[in-house]
């Protein structure tokens, strides 16, 4: 029993102090690791991205992000130079304070879908170049999922001056500028002209929509859209049907329930709405 | 002070002691045994000294020699149920001796285990609900039709865009493709990766150009997500 205990205990003691020592040497310099895993993919050329590294480390970003970056790089046989062109635009989107995560996420979508290192260099530059206008839109103070929002919303095709324009827009829900942006995008999507779909919006912010989702009030253009109607109609059918202070769940229950037959014609929304009934489903259909 | 106290004497009457009298010996001092032997007690207590002559003239008797085995035969037939020897067992005083040397063992085994799996106690405490995570997380099911692919994977945002990571089941052999994966409310894009080639979601809401020639489906989890399904 004794030359048990005995072992047990020296084995305990060893654990307990190789453990905060390795935790220690993993903590201190995390960035040493990453420097040894560019050597060891990269051999004697790990010196062309080692002024990188050094910047990326200088301007905050995560060594885990550049460590995941580096190892599916060479995963893919890009070559030190590549990593240093991945590199270069995500040190900068950092330095301007964007989330580099982001860039990082986007780097690796182009590795993984065996993009040319150059390409997916432009592809950075462009989204910088994105994120650049959305803080533009924004203003400094703000925060990162409205940034990335706005950004998307960009990148999805909403010109930068209808984005400002909903930006001006006083709201006090600080999710609105997330969810208007997410509708502008998809009504862009949907084939609206965005200056109908800045109004919608406008209009849906100002009756107190878009606070928490945008997903019903998108849905209501969408089905209307399915059922033929114009942008120009469902646009005026949704403002009236606001401006009357109604909700705009009564307006999707009726089009629910007429995108399934093709029932009797009857008013889209309510009676003194510009839409017309649109028996059926599908496009261009009839009372026109 | 004058506390008192009632005492029962052997003949059945109430006698009051006072504590000053039997305790004090008029210096302050009260003595552990408080000033008397038990034998000085015996010798002055009339009834005490007479129960003793009473013991001392009694016949020194030896118990029959069956005594011991009747007595045990006795406690054997009193069989105890299950629950009831558990419960004595359980609840029996014991006495446990370690040395230095053990207990210091156990306390090291106890910080080791605390130290490894401390941040995954941390991660996900009882009940299996992860404390880091929002409680609410999306269970959803990604569909691809192809009955020619031999391989079809699911990739996005939500996993860093590995292709080979999240695999999809033919599990019914009709070429309808599944896999149900958990998503925190956020916006996602993503593709599938068939037999090495990457393919849009036809059947997506909305898309993005990717940047690199192909769409990527969006897929917002949310609110947004609530008021559509």
């Known amino acids: 029993m004794k030359p048990f205990l005995s072992l047990l205990l020296r084995l305990c003691l060893a654990l307990l102090m190789l453990f905060p020592a390795g935790s220690y040497a993993r903590a201190s310099d995390p960035w040493a690791s990453v420097k040894q895993t560019a050597l060891s993919a990269y051999g004697p050329n790990a010196q062309e991205i080692h002024q990188e590294l050094r910047s990326a480390e200088n301007a905050g970003i995560p060594p885990e992000q550049v460590m995941n970056l580096l190892s599916r790089a060479s995963g893919a046989a890009l070559t030190a130079d590549d990593v240093a062109r991945l590199l270069h635009p995500i040190i900068r989107a950092k330095k301007e304070n964007f989330p580099s995560e982001s ?83 998809d009504l862009t999507e949907l084939g609206f002209p965005q200056e109908l779909g800045v109004k919608l919006v406008t209009a849906g912010i100002q009756s107190g929509y878009l606070r928490s989702e945008s997903g019903s009030f998108v849905e209501i253009a969408a089905r209307a859209h399915k059922l033929g109607y114009s942008a120009a109609e469902i646009t005026g059918a949704m403002e009236s049907q606001l401006k009357r202070g109604r909700p705009l769940s009564d307006l999707l229950t009726e089009i629910r329930g007429k995108a399934g037959f093709g029932g009797p014609r009857s008013g889209f929304g309510a009676s003194d709405s510009s839409l017309r009934g649109r028996g059926g489903q599908g496009r261009g259909g009839q009372g026109r | ?135 609410k997380e999306y269970l959803v099911q990604f569909t691809y039709r192809d009955p020619g692919a031999a391989a079809v994977y699911i990739a996005g945002t939500f996993n860093q865009w590995k292709p080979e990571e999240i695999p999809l089941a033919d599990v019914s052999g009709n070429g309808v493709w599944t896999a149900t994966v958990p998503l925190k409310p956020d916006v996602y894009e993503y593709m599938f990766y068939v037999d090495g080639h990457w393919k849009s979601d036809d059947r997506a809401a909305y898309y993005k150009d990717d940047g690199f020639g192909r769409k990527n489906a969006v897929l917002r989890l949310g609110n947004s997500h609530e008021a559509l399904s």
């Not at chain 1, 993984?112 to 290192?117: D, F, I, M």
């Not at chain 1, 950004?151 to 400002?164: N, Q």
């Open chain 2, 1 to 135: 002070m004058s506390s008192e106290k009632t005492n029962r004497d052997p003949s059945g009457t109430i006698s009051t002691l006072r504590s000053e009298e039997t305790l004090d010996r008029g210096d302050g001092i009260v003595p552990a045994h408080g000033g008397r032997t038990p034998d000085h007690d015996v010798d002055e207590d009339p009834a005490l000294a007479s129960l003793g002559e009473m013991f001392r003239s009694l016949d020194d008797l030896e118990p029959p020699e069956e005594f011991t085995s009747h007595v045990m035969t006795r406690v054997r037939e009193v069989q105890r149920s299950l629950p009831v020897r558990l419960w004595i067992a359980l609840t029996r005083p014991r006495t446990i001796r370690v040395n230095l040397a053990q207990a210091f063992a156990g306390a090291c085994i106890a910080m080791v285990l605390l130290l490894v799996a401390g941040p995954a106690l941390q991660r996900v405490p009882f009940g299996g609900v992860p404390a880091s995570k929002p409680a």
């Open chain 1, 103 to 185: 860039f990082v996420d986007k780097a690796l979508e182009g590795i993984a879908k065996g993009a040319p290192a150059p390409l997916i260099e432009s592809v950075l530059d462009r989204k910088l170049a994105t994120y650049g206008s959305a803080a533009e839109i924004l203003g400094k103070t703000a925060d990162r999922k409205t940034l990335e929002a706005t950004a998307l919303s960009l990148e999805r095709g909403v010109r930068p001056e209808i984005m400002k324009e909903i930006a001006s827009l006083d709201s006090r829900s600080p999710g609105t500028m997330v969810h208007a942006s997410q509708a502008l995008a």
